[in-house]
């Protein structure tokens, strides 16, 4: 029942879509040619060198799984958990973001069958690199915070603007989060006694996977300032460090595969707000987005092919199925 609601409401999506491109295409149809001469002009150099970036990305994120699976007596190559990293990206891209069949279940199955890892060390490690992640996460959250300029709302146009400064949506943002950990505090009693019991089994790779972490999320930054570069964008880091940030919570929603759609609009708003021309937000997006889920997803499709993943993906799929 819910996959049938996922593939309403993409489709929905889909059929909206398409009827404001029919509806306003007289509108659209000059500014998608400002944006294709946009990346036409795009210098080679930094494309490539954003790529680059993020292959050693998703090669860090391969040593920081190395490093969380020592502790539970695995010693593995990093070079060889890449394959099931672009694996996982490939799955992300092409299935909804709360889905539970996608890239973190084939993990967990393709680390069992090609090294023989149980479920539940799997399922740990995973865990325990999430856990850790949400720490830079969360401080380059605040940084964005105090670095968002005044926020304009308004709630009728014969009412004055409210404006938010910083430090009042540092305030907000602390509430909400208090908030959240007082309503479900059961929930995180509970896990925070799981953390508590595997921490001595975890605690001697907590510095290196925050510091890989803290590396990834560097790079990813370094990665739009590339493809800004590639493109003669000028933007501050702390409207990058927001898209790259804001990429992540947009593709965490379970609506469409991958964030498509989702990301882009919310990525070329966002950049709209900020006083960016249509043209160049448009091209900006597309380039970043060529870079983060078509490359992934050529060389993702590239690795379950080679190795097999794709019947340890349908294995995943039917699991699930069963589960529920």
Not at 73 to 92: C, E, H, Q, R, W
């Amino acid at each position: 029942m819910g996959t049938l609601v996922k593939a309403i409401a993409a489709l929905l999506l889909l059929t909206a879509g398409v009827f404001l491109v029919r509806t306003y295409w007289i509108d659209i149809a000059p500014i998608m040619g400002e944006i294709l001469g946009t990346l036409r002009e795009a210098r080679l150099r930094y494309v490539i060198l954003a790529v680059l970036v993020y292959l050693l990305s998703v090669y860090l994120f391969a040593v920081r799984w190395q490093q969380v699976l020592s502790c539970v007596g695995y010693d593995l190559k990093a070079t060889s958990l890449v394959p099931i990293y672009f694996g996982a990206v490939f799955v992300n891209n092409v299935t909804p973001g709360g889905n539970m069949a996608g890239g973190e279940s084939l993990r967990i199955l393709w680390a069992n069958k090609r090294f023989g890892i149980s479920y539940t060390n799997a399922f740990k490690t995973i865990f325990f690199e999430r856990l850790v992640e949400a720490i830079p996460i969360a401080l380059l959250l605040v940084y964005i915070l105090y670095s968002f300029p005044s926020l304009e709302i308004k709630f009728l146009p014969i009412i004055n603007s409210l404006t938010l400064k910083s430090t009042h949506l540092l305030l907000l943002a602390f509430l909400t989060v208090a908030m959240a950990i007082w309503f479900f505090r059961a929930k995180f009693a509970s896990l925070f006694r799981n953390v508590q019991k595997n921490w001595n089994q975890f605690k001697k790779s907590f510095i290196p996977v925050i510091l890989l972490s803290c590396g990834v999320w560097t790079l990813d930054i370094i990665r739009l300032k590339l493809v800004a570069l590639a493109l003669n964008i000028n933007l501050p880091l702390s409207l990058i460090v927001t898209v790259s940030i804001l990429s992540f919570l947009l593709g965490a929603l379970p609506l469409t595969p991958g964030g498509l759609g989702v990301i882009e609009g919310g990525l070329i708003s966002m950049l709209l707000y900020f006083g960016l021309p249509l043209a160049s937000a448009g091209s900006f997006v597309f380039l970043e987005r060529f870079i983060s889920y078509g490359v992934s997803s050529i060389i993702g499709f590239v690795y379950l092919s080679y190795y097999g993943g794709f019947k340890i993906w349908e294995k995943a799929k039917k699991k699930n199925h069963n589960d529920q």
